[in-house]
């Protein structure tokens, strides 16, 4: 029987897919980004994911997400991309966690986790930098997605460390709350030099102390997919790199 990754095999060799067989990566945050990252992934031959998200598939996700479709709606975007995993790479071991990343839950849980690679690819600022700091104090190497919402022209996609970024707001406030933190900014990350466009009206604001309105941002088809895309390929190429497989 023909090996599904027989075309990888031709590219990187038979050793090489071994390798990528052995390794690990967290994917934390399964919308737009983080479901192309994790396929993509998958579809290369890594052998080890864990999924990690708290939300359920909603109308709004039909625009641009894997998971979304209008027999998934309602469903844990975990469950919905572990079968879609299972159901492509077999052998891919795929563990998922249904929860809300914060700075108290997100050391412990990735230290149980143990992978080697984090792909970051949430979107509330806080906890995106609360987890790149666990990660980094963990030893794990992470690739962290800036924001692709408001803008149209994946010309503008760069692939740099987060000190090396420019023109992104979110890379830019990232940035200020890791110094702030202590944590480094020698991390690689996806982003767009592109203006972003307006965002919509913000919602009211949430009850109690501290609690703010939340911002919607405009999304296009693709552009997430060129984001999940271009972090894919960097944590591959990272990964063989550190296998020796350059």
């Known amino acids: 029987m023909e090996s599904p990754f027989s075309r990888t095999e031709i590219l990187l060799g038979s050793e090489a897919l ?15 980004v983080g479901g192309y990252v ?27 997400q894997l998971v979304a479709l ?3 709606i309602g469903r844990m975007k975990v469950a919905v991309m572990r079968e879609r995993i299972a159901d492509i790479a077999p052998n891919c071991r795929v563990d998922v966690r249904e929860v809300f990343l914060d700075g108290r839950n997100v050391y412990p849980l990735l230290a149980e986790i143990g992978a ?13 930098v609360e987890l790149i700091l666990a990660a980094q104090s963990l030893g794990l190497s992470v690739f962290s997605s800036m924001g692709a919402g408001n803008r149209l022209d994946p ?5 740099a ?12 406030e990232v940035r200020a709350l890791l110094r702030k933190a202590g944590g480094s900014l020698d ?7 592109e203006t972003p466009r307006p965002t919509a009206p913000a919602e009211a604001p949430t009850a109690g102390p501290g609690g703010r309105g939340k911002t919607i941002n405009g999304t296009i ?25 350059s």
């Not at 992934?41 to 709004?60: E, F, M, N, P, Q």
């Not at 010309?155 to 692939?159: D, K, V």
């Not at 460390?161 to 707001?169: A, Y």
């Not at 991390?187 to 030099?193: A, G, K, Q």
Request: with cysteine; aromatic share 8%.
């Open 18 to 32: 071994d390798y990528l067989g052995q390794c690990h990566v967290v994917v934390a945050g399964l919308g737009g």
């Open 38 to 64: 994790a396929e993509n992934l998958a579809r290369a031959g890594v052998g080890r994911l864990t999924l990690i998200d708290h939300d359920r598939v909603g109308v709004s996700n039909l625009n641009r």
């Open 70 to 72: 209008h027999s998934t």
């Open 116 to 128: 080697d690679i984090l792909a970051d690819c949430i979107d509330a600022i806080a906890c995106k």
């Open 155 to 159: 010309a503008q996609i760069r692939l």
């Open 161 to 172: 460390r987060l000190n090396q970024t420019e023109g992104c707001p979110l890379a830019r």
């Open 187 to 193: 991390l690689w990350t996806v982003y767009s030099r």
């Open 221 to 245: 088809s693709y552009m997430p997919a060129f984001f999940g895309l271009w972090l894919s390929s960097a944590i591959l190429q990272h990964a063989l790199r550190s296998g020796g497989f």
